[in-house]
């Protein structure tokens, strides 16, 4: 399993993270199942919302009911959690951050969250609210880094102009198919091509020169939520029999194929899985080092129905 270090700390993390969205009617002994498949895989990083699950913190809940760890065994994982979504809108104030991670701490049963990130861009934000929150969560012990989801390079800037703590991460939509992100600057300045329209405001390389690390969510959707690219052979027949030969050569799947081609870029971008399979677990692990060269990188990019010029 490949690590990354995030700049400036001393947090060395898998560049998988397990995602735990979907976990809420999973049984103890499953859940501790799928935790440890992902820990035996190499992979220390856990990612939380305190909206995922049917009620407010329901999946963390059922993470901390099920999963307990030794001081010891605590210091080796990270677990991360997002706060900002209230009530179907978004929500940065300072009340809101500081009751969403006290209902996580006490929900995950653990004293600290190693990151904490805000979900989704709430256009209300008043930035100096923000800042007092990490503050008091700081000072507090309560959240060790903070970092964002979903949110532009100038929504970032306006966070840090008033915060004390720097942005770690941000958490975006990212797959061989959903690639805009990665798309748009291939394409840069193309008149009449739809795929030079830069829909994230050059998120990648902000994230690059910003030492941000990208945290790619839905790596296998096909869309926004219209199901995956892996065996759909209707709409995506070159991708899928390109990613059968690229396992075959490899010794892996095409899940772990497509998890590749996110783990070799160089900005070093961590995947987050939402399975609650253990055997697509492990799949994806087997991905996290899979050296893809540019041809094998860029073919994948092309079969997907991306251009490059």
């Known amino acids: 399993m490949k690590t990354i270090t995030f700049p400036g700390t001393d947090l060395q993390a898998s560049n998988i993270i397990l995602g735990l969205m979907r976990i809420q009617d999973m049984s103890d002994e499953e859940v501790r199942t799928l935790v440890g498949t992902a820990r035996d895989a190499g992979i220390n990083f856990f990612d939380h919302a305190d909206v995922y699950g049917s009620t407010t913190h329901g999946c963390e809940a059922r993470f901390g009911e099920a999963v307990t760890f030794t001081p010891s065994e605590r210091e080796q994982v990270i677990i991360q959690s997002k706060a900002g979504i209230n009530n179907g809108y978004f929500d940065f104030s300072k009340g809101h951050i500081l009751e969403a991670v006290d209902g996580s701490l006490a929900a995950l049963n653990i004293d600290y969250l190693d990151i904490l990130l805000l979900h989704r861009p709430d256009t209300l934000v008043e930035p100096e609210e923000v800042a007092e929150a990490f503050d008091a969560l700081h000072a507090s012990g309560k959240v060790r880094h903070f970092g964002v989801s979903n949110q532009t390079p100038l929504q970032t800037e306006l966070l840090k ?149």
Do not use: C
């Not at 030079?196 to 050059?202: E, K, L, V």
């Open 161 to 309: 102009r008033y915060l004390n703590q720097p942005i770690l991460v941000n958490q975006v939509q990212l797959s061989i198919t959903h690639a805009s992100l990665v798309a748009a600057g291939i394409a840069a300045n193309m008149a009449g091509l739809d795929q030079s329209i830069d829909r994230g405001s050059g998120i990648l390389d902000y994230a690059r020169l910003n030492d941000i690390t990208l945290q790619a969510w839905s790596p296998f959707q096909k869309g926004f939520f219209d199901g995956v690219f892996i065996g759909d052979r209707v709409a995506y027949p070159e991708l899928n029999d390109l990613l059968d030969q690229l396992a075959k050569k490899y010794g892996v799947t095409p899940t772990g194929i497509a998890v590749a081609w996110i783990t070799r870029h160089p900005a070093n971008i961590q995947v987050v899985l939402g399975t609650t399979k253990p055997e697509r677990v492990r799949d994806s692990a087997a991905g996290s080092e899979i050296p893809l060269t540019r041809e094998e990188w860029y073919g994948l990019f092309k079969a997907a129905g991306h251009i490059v010029p």
